[in-house]
């Protein structure tokens, strides 16, 4: 299972969802999907945005986990 760890990298940067959202280009609803892991799918441009706003690496953000 893969991870989205964006709430982390938002706590460790002092980085509200709206200050991110407006960065980014993001609606609010469409990263606090991201941000619940309920998201099905990220396109490479938004992963790339978030990095650069949040000043990150993908391995930041992205985690992977064996499913029990």
Do not use: Q
Not at 35 to 48: E, V
């Amino acid at each position: 299972m893969i991870l989205i760890n964006l709430d982390v990298m938002m706590a460790k940067r002092k980085m509200s969802l709206g200050e991110l959202s407006e960065k980014v280009g993001i609606t609010l609803a469409n990263l606090s999907i991201l941000k619940n892991n309920k998201a099905k799918a990220i396109r490479f441009s938004t992963l790339d945005a978030i990095c650069r706003a949040l000043d990150c690496n993908v391995e930041d953000i992205l985690e992977y986990k064996e499913d029990l």
